[in-house]
């Protein structure tokens, strides 16, 4: 059965240095079997992995509105849309990655969050587990893009200010009646100790508290000199304290 684990944050935060470093714990220890999802229309997680996009679902949402007149002959829309979907979706030996990017035109951004809702259903069957590292704020989320997860980990950098944020993204879960077994929090990028206000913002957005993670300077200086952190990961801090995680989890 197919496990999924959404990521969700305001901008940041490091949620997708949090997704890769997820994606390369679990490659390495539980299974190669993993479709990684870029669902934030900032399209930058393929680059902290290392790996080129083939394009993106926003893209081809507007190439198909230019080219709706040359569809292949048998072929409907939709069936084209599928196809070229799932040929953007770039593989590797460790996990696939497939990027929801942004439309270049005008237009309702629905219709391409619809387009990966359904590709989800279909392609997440052949996979074991779905890394989905969300839009910055919940645009996915509330159109139930992300429904059906099973672990949701609400990512926050140690401010009173994310961790309200965090708690925003819960308590739409709730409105939306979204399927999500578990949901936790993150405080991530911590320098020290986590402030009393801190706390008692946690504690007043009812949040469980799943861990703290300190600023690793390692991927921090890759990142800076933009370079993928994919091959210094099981190097740095986040890489061990998910990994204590993931391994009562999965293991």
């Not at 799943?210 to 990961?233: F, Q």
Request: net charge negative; aromatic share 6%; proline share 4%.
């Amino acid at each position: 059965m197919t496990k999924t684990i959404a990521i969700a944050g305001k901008g940041g935060t490091g949620k997708s240095t949090l997704s890769a470093v997820t994606v390369r714990w679990l490659s390495d220890h539980v299974s190669k079997s993993i479709l990684v999802v870029d669902a934030d229309s900032n399209v930058n997680l393929n680059d902290l992995l290392g790996v080129d996009l083939r394009g993106t679902v926003g893209g081809i949402r507007e190439e198909m509105k230019e080219k709706v007149q040359s569809i292949p002959g048998g072929m409907t829309k939709q069936q084209f849309l599928e196809y070229k979907i799932q040929s953007s979706v770039v593989e590797t030996p460790d996990f696939d990655l497939i990027a929801m990017g942004r439309p270049e035109g005008p237009g309702c951004y629905c219709y391409a969050n619809s387009i990966l809702r359904d590709i989800l259903k279909t392609l997440s069957c052949n996979y074991k587990y779905v890394i989905i590292d969300n839009e910055a704020g919940m645009e996915h989320l509330s159109r139930r893009t992300t429904a059906g997860i099973d672990y949701l980990l609400m990512v926050s950098d140690p401010t009173v200010r994310g961790i309200h944020a965090a708690g925003s993204i819960g308590k739409l879960i709730k409105e939306l009646d979204t399927r999500v077994r578990e949901k936790f929090l993150i405080v991530n990028r911590l320098d020290g100790s986590l402030h009393q206000a801190a706390t008692e913002s946690i504690e007043a957005e009812g949040l469980e508290l799943l861990c703290t993670v300190p600023e690793d300077e390692l991927l921090s200086e890759t990142d800076r000199r933009g370079e993928p952190i994919w091959p210094v990961a099981d190097r740095s801090e986040p890489y061990k304290i998910l990994g204590e995680i993931f391994e009562r989890w999965f293991v």
